[in-house]
């Protein structure tokens, strides 16, 4: 889409520095340059030196977080780096804008992670548009965002949370920050700051689809008009197939370890696929209990533990054997779209979250920290496309046992239950696919976000 002046609209889109935060702002971006928009990616040098792919379509660019050499130590404190990144960082998007000015490609957009709301207040310095993107879902933005209001206390008081158009919440339905905010309230505090200044942003943008969401969207909108869900994003090849050779995220701090073979030989719909994300170390014991759950289940399993876990998994249990394969890593999407997958057993981490719903498998739901407790409410209580085993919760220590992870497994693999909830996950699937696809309400949001940017652009406004 051109300009007046027959330059494209050109955006920076600009990514917190995770590989769950990249990934998702890297396919929004992809289904902006579908429509015709200028995109250069953006986050902190130290992270672009430790990724190994770049989709090749894509312009980069970098800023600073104060730390270009690594955040060296245990030592340095969380709220100590969101402070300098947030001086650093403002100071260098600063810079970033002038240089794309001086360029001939002028900046009319900054698309920004809304961890970092001071970019905000650089697009408003360059009288550019500033749309914050949301990376987790609308029940937990919902949930932070009344907490920055004052409406939920923190710390908690409350045994039951009762917030607009969500349902019933117990403190164990929260993130998990809410509990750990006494030992170290910096990482809620960041949390909560996304909402300072949201309602000064033009627009705002959260991964997800409206079919799935649409109580809790409506309320919001009310507050911010603007707010629009532009979500699944993910490889276009998984659900609408619209976007020409977009078969995966194409940025990866790891290296794929090949699995589709082993899947191949198993039947329809009979392996587990297990994996806890990239970024929470699981105890020993915790591990333990995996192993013997699923090898005493009886059914195919496949695995990803780290290897920086793999020491933790016992000496008697078998990496690869007739039923299991225990891996480093796997392409995620191509292993949940594989027929051989029955079920998902899942931290819950929100990019997951979104797979798995977009390419209806059900789920075994295991959360961690985060918003996980929050998106295992959702799949398990509203959703109803996975089951949630009882754990164990003595001494500060919440732990599944093998016989709680073979029960659930029993009732999604063999069940009555189990019809209903693979029955309601490929629904789900639908509606994801519906959402993004020719006239779907993804679709349509992301056409009208792009439209008012080149209106704005008609009329004068940017530098």
């Known amino acids: 889409m051109e300009k007046g002046n027959g330059k494209a609209v050109h955006c920076v889109v600009l990514a917190y520095p995770a590989q769950g935060h990249i990934n998702p702002m890297i396919q929004f971006s992809k289904r902006l340059k579908h429509q015709g928009v200028r995109v250069t990616l953006v986050t902190t040098l130290f992270y672009v030196k430790s990724l190994k792919d770049f989709p090749p379509s894509m312009s980069f660019d970098t800023i600073s977080d104060g730390y270009d050499n690594g955040r060296h ?7 100590v780096y969101v402070e300098v990144f947030r001086q650093k960082g403002s100071e260098t998007l600063s810079e970033l804008l002038d240089k794309f000015g001086d360029s001939g490609y002028p900046v009319d957009c900054i698309i920004y992670d809304a961890f970092m709301p001071w970019a905000l207040d650089v697009a408003k310095k360059f009288g550019i548009v500033g749309a914050p993107y949301l990376t987790q879902n609308m029940p937990v933005n919902s949930i932070y965002y009344h907490a920055h209001s004052g409406k939920i206390k923190v710390p908690l008081t409350e045994d039951e949370i009762l917030l607009p158009e969500l349902p019933k919440l117990q403190q164990g339905d929260l993130p998990s920050f809410f509990s750990s905010y006494e030992e170290d309230p910096s990482v809620l505090e960041m949390l909560l700051d996304q909402f300072s200044n949201i309602h000064e942003a033009d627009w705002v943008l959260c991964n997800a689809f409206y079919e799935m969401e649409k109580e809790v969207i409506d309320w919001t909108m009310k507050l911010w008009p603007k707010l629009r869900t532009i979500g699944p994003n993910i490889p276009s090849m998984f659900l609408d197939k619209r976007l020409q050779d977009d078969q995966e995220y194409g940025v990866s701090q790891f290296k794929s370890e090949e699995c589709l073979d082993w899947l191949d030989n198993k039947p329809k719909g009979s392996v587990l696929y297990v994996s806890f994300g990239s970024l929470v170390p699981l105890a020993e014991e915790q591990i333990r209990e995996v192993a013997y759950g699923l090898r005493d289940s009886g059914r195919y399993f496949l695995w990803v533990v780290r290897a920086s876990e793999e020491s933790k998994l016992p000496k008697d249990f078998e990496k690869n054997s007739e039923k299991g394969l225990v891996v480093t890593w796997c392409s995620q999407l191509q292993v949940l779209a594989h027929e051989a997958i029955g079920c998902f057993v899942t931290h819950c981490g929100w990019n997951s979250t979104l797979e798995t719903i977009s390419l209806g498998v059900p789920v075994i739901a ?22 949630r085993p009882v754990v164990d919760d003595d001494d500060k220590k919440i732990i599944m046992r093998k016989e709680a992870l073979e029960f659930c497994i029993r009732e999604l693999m063999e069940g009555d239950k189990g019809k209903e909830i693979r029955s309601n996950s490929m629904k789900l699937r639908n509606l994801a696919v519906e959402a993004v696809s020719e006239g779907g309400s993804s679709n349509k949001n992301i056409i009208e976000f792009v439209n008012s940017l080149f209106h704005v652009q008609t009329k004068g406004k940017g530098y």
Do not use: E, F, R
Not at 73 to 79: E, F, N, P, Q
């Open 73 to 79: 130590g245990d030592g340095l404190k969380h709220s």
């Open 366 to 387: 295991v959360p961690q920290w985060s918003d996980q407790p929050t998106n295992a409410k959702y799949l398990v209580d509203v959703w109803k496309v996975g089951i």
